[in-house]
């Protein structure tokens, strides 16, 4: 499986110590994510359209948010159904503006929502005869959010997200390759808890891969990243480790393929020397995500 194109908007506007936004999208914050980000982006869309049997797999995390109940609160007749807030209603209008889609799928994993794509998008290219698979994931901060981990105590700085990820079998011009991909649910104590054993299941199938090095899930809460770190240390002793999460906050169901595209920037482009002692190319990627679901996937650039 080939990652063949993208294009991704990270956040880079700090609001305060728990979020961090979209810098284009300050001035919109009160219209509806889905609409605000075709607004603003809507160019990019059509570079997706392919010409083959295609897959889109919508990625979404927190449903409320998705769009706003906002309009719906002030314009919707008491008791009516607030359409533009339904994920199925905005994956389908997702489609119809990327064009050309035969199937479509909605990942909602939290956290591990992009992941769980990536997972899927290797079965529909490998099995049921798909040639092309557009993951797009849209996140971005509101109070639900916020209040969701204030609620669990877990100190996480959220961010907005949005990226368009293609997928392919065609190799040639092709940026990276993804091999081997996991997920899989591990029975911890609690969904907000990350453990070793969940990270040991999800990157054992890795263990005689020649990784040069892990890209870390990197929640930024002490447990979690302590749990992750044991387990990459267990498997693969002292290998390197990148981390964004830090630097552009956590966006959720974007996270992990947001990441990708920032990853792969960063080996072709705006920081070739961060990756100059790689001696195979194979970077493993990690996730896990509320509901404690686990993946990761070899990237080979």
Not at 260 to 265: E, K, R, T
């Amino acid at each position: 499986m080939y990652v063949k194109n993208y294009f991704y908007k990270k956040s880079d506007l700090k609001l305060d110590n728990k979020s961090m936004i979209i810098s284009d999208t300050k001035d919109f914050r009160n219209k509806y994510m889905s609409e605000v980000f075709y607004s603003l982006y809507e160019n990019e869309f059509q570079k997706f359209k392919t010409n083959s049997a295609t897959a889109l797999l919508y990625c979404g995390g927190n449903a409320e948010h998705h769009s706003s109940s906002r309009i719906y609160q002030t314009n919707t007749p008491k008791g009516a159904v607030a359409i533009k807030s339904q994920l199925g209603y905005i994956a389908s209008k997702v489609a119809k503006r990327i064009g050309n889609i035969d199937f479509l799928s909605i990942n909602t994993n939290t956290c591990a929502s992009s992941m769980s794509a990536i997972h899927e998008a290797k079965r529909l290219l490998k099995y049921d005869n798909f040639d092309d698979v557009i993951i797009y994931g849209e996140e971005w901060v509101e109070e639900n959010e916020l209040l969701l981990f204030s609620q669990s105590n877990i100190d996480v700085v959220c961010s907005d997200g949005f990226f368009i990820l293609h997928l392919s079998k065609d190799s040639k011009n092709a940026k990276a390759r993804i091999d081997e991909t996991t997920f899989i649910w591990n029975d911890d104590r609690n969904p907000f808890e990350v453990s070793f054993d969940g990270y040991i299941k999800a990157m054992m199938p890795f263990l005689f891969s020649n990784i040069d090095c892990v890209k870390m899930h990197g929640t930024g809460t002490p447990q979690n990243d302590e749990s992750e770190k044991k387990a990459i240390e267990h498997l693969f002793a002292n290998i390197d480790t990148i981390e964004y999460k830090s630097q552009i906050g956590h966006s959720q169901g974007c996270s992990t393929a947001l990441e990708l595209c920032i990853l792969i920037d960063e080996y072709y482009t705006t920081n070739p020397k961060r990756f100059s002692e790689l001696k195979d190319n194979h970077i493993l990627f990690n996730t896990s995500g509320m509901g404690n679901f686990y993946g990761s996937f070899e990237l080979v650039i």
